[in-house]
C-alpha cells in the first residue's frame, strides 16, 4: 500500500510539474486553487449587472459588453457547461501521448478538439483554458485594476520566514503597484531606457569577443556550441549592468562564483516551486524539498543583496546614472524592497533575452535571404561597423520584425495567467465569479493560420508596415510581453539588448547552421525553450 501511495504521489507530482510548467515563472496553481473552490450554481447572476459597470471590456472586438444592454445575463453559461478533458484524459496526453513537455503544443491540439474555450480540471485545480486572441482580450480586458497571474504561497512564506519585504511577484493589489510605480519609469520609457544604450554596447562587445574566442578555438574554427548557454551569460551580465552600474564579469572565461550560485539558484528554485507546494508542510521536517527550496531562494536573494551593497558603494563614490542610484535616490521603497526588486528583476530578466536570441540566430541561419537583408538593413544604416544607437534602430524595420516574427514563433511565457481577483467576468458566452483561473493560451493564439497565414513559417516581412505580405491580425494575437498594467516590466530593457546584440553580430559575422539536417523543436520548462543545443558556424564579415 505504500508502494501504491508513494507511486500515486509520484505521478500526481508529475502532472503538477506539467501543470506548473505553464505558468510564468513557476507560478503555482495550487494556491489560488483553494480560492476556486467555489460553488458556481448558486452565483448570483444579477451581480454580473454590477460588476459589469465597472469592468466591462473597454472597447470592443466582438466582445460581450457586460454595459451592454442586449447582453442578458440570464442566458449565459457557466464553467460547468464548458467543455474539457476529464482527468483521465488528461493524464492520457501527459502520459502515454507524451505532452508532458509539450504543453504548448497541447494548447493547439486542445483548441482543435474543444474549441475556443475550455475547462481543465486536476484534481482540485480548476482552469479556463481561452485560446483566441479575440478572448485573450476580453479576459484582460476585465482583469481588474490590479490584475494577478497566480497567487504564490509559498513565496509569500519564504519571504515571511526571512523577515522580507514581498516585491512584485507576491505583492497585491495597491501594495504591487506602489511598487510597480517606482520600477516603470526607467525600465519602461523608451526615452529613459535610452540611457542605458553605452552599457548595453559594453556588454554586446564582450559578447562579440567571448563568440570570436569560442569560434577560434573550436574544432573547424568556426562553430560556437550551445549558444544559449552564452546567450544566457549576456542575458545575465546585460541586465546586471543594468541595474547594478557594475560589471559581474559573466562573459569572462571564469564566471564569479556569485554569478554561478545566481544562475544555479533560478533553476533550482523553479524546478522546487511546485514540489514544495504539493507536499504537505509536516512532511518538511523528512523531505529535503522546502529546505532546497529555502536555500535556492537565499542564494538569489544574497547574490541580489551582494550586488546592491556594492554598487551603494561605488554610487558613494559618485558612479551614477544606473537603475539602482534610480531606486535609492527615489526614497519611495525600503531598502527590503529593494533588494527583493532588484532580485525578481534578474530573475525575470535572464533567460528570457537569452531564448530569444537563441531563437532569432537559429532561424536567421537557415533563412539566407532574411539574413542578408536584416545584414543589408544594418548596414545601410550603420556602415563600416559603427555603433547602432536608439536612433538609429528606428530606422531599422526588419530587425525589430525579426524579433516580432521570432516572439510570435516562440514566446517565452507560452502560456500566462489570470486570477479574477475584483470582478465576476464574462467571456464569450460564459459567466465566471471572482477567483477563477484563467490560462490565456498565447501558443496557440500566435500560430493560428487564421489570424496568420503560414503561421508556422518564419515569415518577419509579415511585420512590416509598408510590406506588400502585409497581414492584418488581431492585436492580441501575439503579445509576448503581455499587455496592460500587469506586462513585463522589462520589455524596453530586453528589446534594447535584443537589437544592439543581432545587429552588432550582424556587422560582423554571418551565421550557418552547423548542420542543415538537424531541425530543433521548442519544448516547456515553464518558458518556451529549445529543446536540444543550437550549435551555429560564425563566418567573420569581410
Ligand atoms: C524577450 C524578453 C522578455 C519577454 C518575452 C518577457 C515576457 C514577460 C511576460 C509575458 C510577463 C507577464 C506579463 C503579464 O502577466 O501580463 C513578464 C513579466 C515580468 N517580466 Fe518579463 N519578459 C522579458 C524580459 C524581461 C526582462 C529583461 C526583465 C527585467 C528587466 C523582465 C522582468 C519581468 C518582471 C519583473 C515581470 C513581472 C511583472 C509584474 O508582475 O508586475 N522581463 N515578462
Known sequence: DFCVCVCMCASVRYMLTWWKRNWFLGADIAASVEGMLLTLRGASISAIRRSGLSCGPKSGFNNINLQSSTVNPGNLKTIDDLPGPSL??????????????????????????????WRSR???????????????AQVIRQEGQYPVRTFLPHWQEYRDLRGQAYGLHVDKGPEWYRIRSVLNPKMLKVKEVSVYAPVIHQVVGDLLRRLELLRLRSH???????????????????ISSILFETRLGCLQEDIPQDTQRFIAAVGEMLALSETVLFFPRWTRRFLPYWARFVQAWDDLYDVGHVCVLVARKLINRKVEGMYLTYLLSSGKLSLAEIYISITELLLGGVD???NTLSWTLYHLARDEAAQER????????????????TEDLTRMPYLKAVIKEILRLYPVVPGNGRLTVDNEVVVDTYWFPKKTQFHLCHYAASHDEGEFPNAEQFLPERWLRQGTNRFPHHPYSSIPFGVGVRACVGKRVAELEMYFALSRLMQHYMVQPESRSTTLEPKTRTLLIPSGPINLRFLPRA
Open 374 to 389: 536584416l545584414y543589408q538593413e544594418v548596414s545601410s544604416v550603420c556602415p563600416e561597423r559603427r555603433l547602432p544607437t
Open 88 to 117: 483521465a484524459t488528461t493524464a492520457y496526453w501527459l502520459f502515454v501521448k507524451g505532452y508532458a513537455d509539450k504543453s504548448h503544443a497541447m494548447q493547439v491540439e486542445h483548441r482543435r478538439i474543444y474549441g475556443p474555450i
Open 122 to 136: 486536476f484534481g482540485p485545480f480548476d482552469i479556463v483554458n481561452v485560446a483566441t486572441p479575440e478572448l485573450i
Open 352 to 354: 528570457t533575452t537569452s
Open 220 to 238: 573547424d574554427q568556426d562553430t560556437v556550441s550551445d549558444l544559449a548557454g552564452e546567450l544566457y551569460r549576456f542575458g545575465f551580465e546585460g
